[in-house]
Structure formats: structure tokens, C-alpha cells
Nanobody, 126 residues
Framework: QVQLVESGGGSVQAGGSLLLSCEAS????????MGWFRQAPGKEHEGVAA?????????SYAASVKGRFTISKDNAKNTLYLQMDSLKPEDTAVYYC???????????????????WGQGTQVTVS
């Protein structure tokens, strides 16, 4: 069973930083590619960043966050992270952790390629 539990959301002023975490089972962490998505009120679901399950750490970022957000993994803790810097009001959204088969097109950041989702955590930038 794939379970993903996000934490770390909150409120921050523009220009600030937040670190999101996503805890997963060891099997999930080692066998799935994982990513972050977000959805703001009235807007479509948007892929933010994703990372391969392999040790080479291949990553993919949305153009809107590239250079400001960093996706990473802590193998000792089976935890996925999203470090968000230089936050903007338009980054306000519910952020979701997700897992996908690495044999698919996970790097295209399409929600349809991710079959497992966390419950989401709110990020508000003012």
C-alpha cells in the first residue's frame, strides 16, 4: 500500500522560504518516482517538480518554479522534500506529494501519470 504524508505547509511573506516534506514507506520511496503538484483556487492542477527513484537523482521542474524550488530526497528517512525559496503570492496553493511508476512519463509533470497522492498541505504567500 502506498501512503504519502505531507507536512511543512504554512503562511509566509513574499520572498520567504518554506520546506515541504513527504514521508513514504521504504518500498514506495525506493520503487516509485515522486513529485510535487499544486492546485490554487480556481486554477488547474499543476506539476511543480519530480525526481527519479534512482540514485542519479534525475529531476524535472516546472518553468514557473525553476531556480526557486528544489526537490530532493533523504534516503535515510524515506522522505521527499520541496525547498521553496523566493516565494511569490502566485505560489499560494495546496501542495500534494505524489508517486508514479518510473517506467512512465513522470518527468513531464502530468498528474495523470501519478497514481498515488497525499492529502495535501496548504501554502499561503502574502
Amino acid at each position: 500500500q502506498v501512503q504519502l504524508v505531507e507536512s511543512g505547509g504554512g503562511s509566509v511573506q513574499a520572498g520567504g522560504s518554506l520546506l515541504l516534506s513527504c514521508e513514504a514507506s521504504e518500498y514506495t520511496y525506493n520503487h516509485y518516482c515522486m513529485g510535487w503538484f499544486r492546485q490554487a483556487p480556481g486554477k488547474e492542477h499543476e506539476g511543480v517538480a519530480a525526481i527519479d527513484s534512482d540514485g542519479d537523482g534525475k529531476t524535472s521542474y516546472a518553468a514557473s518554479v525553476k531556480g526557486r524550488f528544489t526537490i530532493s530526497k533523504d534516503n535515510a528517512k524515506n522522505t521527499l522534500y520541496l525547498q521553496m525559496d523566493s516565494l511569490k503570492p502566485e505560489d499560494t496553493a495546496v501542495y500534494y506529494c505524489a508517486a508514479a511508476s518510473c517506467r512512465g512519463s513522470w518527468f513531464r509533470l502530468r498528474g495523470a501519470d501519478f497514481g498515488y497522492w497525499g492529502q495535501g498541505t496548504q501554502v499561503t504567500v502574502s
